[in-house]
């Protein structure tokens, strides 16, 4: 469904992404894992067009793209059929939650307002907030908020949802709630590319995990290979610690 091919990515004299390259099949979870700075969220930024690669060819659904000289058309194209969840929910302050799921579909989609009221109500019963429609992001916990973000990336009915460190701004008690979410969707079917640092969600609910270290991917597996038998020192080195 997606594959990356050598993606590079320097910021300043600091190269973050060195030749990455992956693939991800229809209903696959990919967690990235690996410790801060190792370019996780940069590839994931790069893949969805919030940053520009510096080289690297990405292909989606039979499509081949050159990541460095992405026209707009195309990016515009190719987030229609994404979604994506930020780490500090990115939600609009003066809009209830019923308001921040329909904006995309509203304004980004031209879906009539009628019609985008009842697909955000179907994506906040989703994620278990259809009594909290009328409510404001302030009136909400950080996991409540959360999951209308996730709602709000459901609501199009994207072919694939890229997390970005998505319990990384909750409290403790809080990141279940958001995680039970997310294992629900990968229970559906929905393919999905998850960059965590919640180890035993990656252990339980991926497909795939890819352990990212210094720009480049160490090592990638199904979660038995990479939490039970990692070939890599430095992937056992760092499970170990966990």
Known sequence: MLTVKNINKTFGTLKVLKNVSLNINKGEVASIIGPSGSGKTTLLRCINFLETADSGSLNFDGEEFDLSKMAKKDILRLRKKTGFVFQNYNLFRNKTALGNVMEGLVIGRKIPKKQAEIIAREALAK???ADKADAYPHQLSGGQQQRVAIARALAPKPEIIYFDEPTSALDPELIGEV???????AEEGLTMIVVTHEMNFAREVSSKVVFMENGVIVEEGTPQQIFE????ERT???IGKR
């Open 179 to 185: 995680l039970a979410v997310i294992k629900k969707l």
């Open 229 to 232: 038998n990692p070939a890599n």
């Open 127 to 129: 994620v278990g907030l």
């Open 236 to 238: 056992k080195e760092f």
